[in-house]
């Protein structure tokens, strides 16, 4: 099974929806590349985040243990403290990104009342498609928190073997955040190879944080696409599976393809890298139009 996300799918379900989403995104991209020329430095660096589980029977599919094991992936993934990223061949180990971002369940709601940062709602759909139905209590869903605020994530069956999808800056707010399937989220309980360590989550959130597909995100890929990055190598298309290094896909990467970058469509065990300058843009993206995450709300203390 190769991995599908369906991010862009998504984007340009938006944009007919949500026309000022071309807009918020030309705006945000002219003031990304400005801010590269200088290190973006007020941005928050930890996120609290709901989990918005949706089961269609009274057995939960999705334990606290398996949404604390998904919580534990991404704070790994975006410290780039985990174990895997030693794997990173020679040619692109100068290139490794480290966001320096954590990743928290809220213990706030937002009326102010003591929360789990899990919610669980009873569905009687079966599964969702592409469509956002997932975020709305009256098509069977579960309603967004503040999403200024709040990182949203729901997790539920997805139809045509989409493992996730995640709304891109600048789209409609009542709908932002971040969907992953049962079958693929965290690393424990109903997580099934090869998805099974979580890093779908960790994909999909890079998109949440402007970040595109490796290879960029044209309808027909090619070697000239982009996906906005400077020291990501060019890439003829997605990777899946297991790749061997080198894999050269396009004449102007010697190096071969970037395919063990979160970006990729590869299995959760190739994928363990960002590149600088995608920390780059994350970090712009939280400055521009995700500053407001975690505002007046309280960060858990050590221990």
């Given at each position: 099974?190769?991995?599908?996300?369906?991010?862009?799918?998504?984007?340009?379900?938006?944009?007919?929806?949500?026309?000022?989403?071309?807009?918020?995104?030309?705006?945000?991209?002219?003031?990304?590349?400005?801010?590269?020329?200088?290190?973006?430095?007020?941005?928050?660096?930890?996120?609290?985040?709901?989990?918005?589980?949706?089961?269609?029977?009274?057995?939960?599919?999705?334990?606290?243990?398996?949404?604390?094991?998904?919580?534990?992936?991404?704070?790994?993934?975006?410290?780039?403290?985990?174990?895997?990223?030693?794997?990173?061949?020679?040619?692109?180990?100068?290139?490794?990104?480290?966001?320096?971002?954590?990743?928290?369940?809220?213990?706030?709601?937002?009326?102010?009342?003591?929360?789990?940062?899990?919610?669980?709602?009873?569905?009687?759909?079966?599964?969702?498609?592409?469509?956002?139905?997932?975020?709305?209590?009256?098509?069977?869903?579960?309603?967004?928190?503040?999403?200024?605020?709040?990182?949203?994530?729901?997790?539920?069956?997805l139809r045509g073997g989409v493992l996730g999808y995640a709304q891109f800056p600048g789209g409609d707010p009542a709908t932002d955040g971040v969907v992953i399937a049962t079958?693929?989220?965290?690393?424990?309980?109903?997580?099934?190879?090869?998805?099974?360590?979580?890093?779908?989550?960790?994909?999909?959130?890079?998109?949440?944080?402007?970040?595109?597909?490796?290879?960029?995100?044209?309808?027909?890929?090619?070697?000239?696409?982009?996906?906005?990055?400077?020291?990501?190598?060019?890439?003829?298309?997605?990777?899946?599976?297991?790749?061997?290094?080198?894999?050269?896909?396009?004449?102007?990467?010697?190096?071969?393809?970037?395919?063990?970058?979160?970006?990729?469509?590869v299995d959760d065990d190739s994928m363990f890298m960002f590149s600088q300058q995608q920390v780059e843009r994350m970090h712009a993206a939280l400055q521009l139009s995700r500053?407001?995450?975690?505002?007046?709300?309280?960060?858990?203390?050590?221990?």
């Amino acid at each position: 099974m190769a991995r599908s996300c369906g991010a862009v799918q998504n984007y340009f379900r938006q944009v007919d929806l949500f026309p000022q989403l071309r807009v918020n995104q030309a705006q945000l991209e002219s003031q990304t590349r400005a801010l590269r020329q200088g290190a973006p430095s007020d941005y928050p660096t930890d996120i609290p985040v709901v989990v918005h589980v949706l089961d269609h029977s009274d057995a939960t599919t999705i334990s606290d243990a398996q949404v604390a094991s998904q919580i534990e992936v991404l704070n790994e993934d975006y410290a780039g403290t985990n174990a895997d990223l030693s794997k990173v061949p020679a040619p692109f180990a100068q290139l490794v990104g480290r966001p320096g971002l954590s990743f928290h369940l809220a213990t706030q709601d937002p009326a102010g009342q003591p929360t789990t940062g899990i919610t669980r709602t009873r569905t009687a759909a079966v599964d969702f498609g592409v469509d956002d139905t997932m975020k709305k209590r009256s098509s069977g869903g579960a309603d967004a928190w503040d999403t200024t605020r709040y990182l949203n994530l729901w997790v539920c069956g997805l139809r045509g073997g989409v493992l996730g999808y995640a709304q891109f800056p600048g789209g409609d707010p009542a709908t932002d955040g971040v969907v992953i399937a049962t079958a693929a989220f965290g690393r424990r309980g109903s997580a099934k190879a090869p998805f099974d360590l979580g890093r779908t989550a960790t994909h999909e959130i890079g998109h949440y944080l402007n970040l595109s597909h490796i290879w960029g995100e044209a309808r027909v890929p090619t070697c000239d696409d982009t996906d906005f990055v400077g020291d990501t190598p060019n890439q003829l298309g997605p990777n899946s599976g297991k790749p061997r290094f080198p894999k050269v896909s396009c004449p102007a990467a010697p190096n071969g393809d970037m395919f063990m970058n979160y970006m990729d469509y590869v299995d959760d065990d190739s994928m363990f890298m960002f590149s600088q300058q995608q920390v780059e843009r994350m970090h712009a993206a939280l400055q521009l139009s995700r500053s407001g995450l975690g505002a007046g709300l309280p960060v858990p203390t050590a221990g």
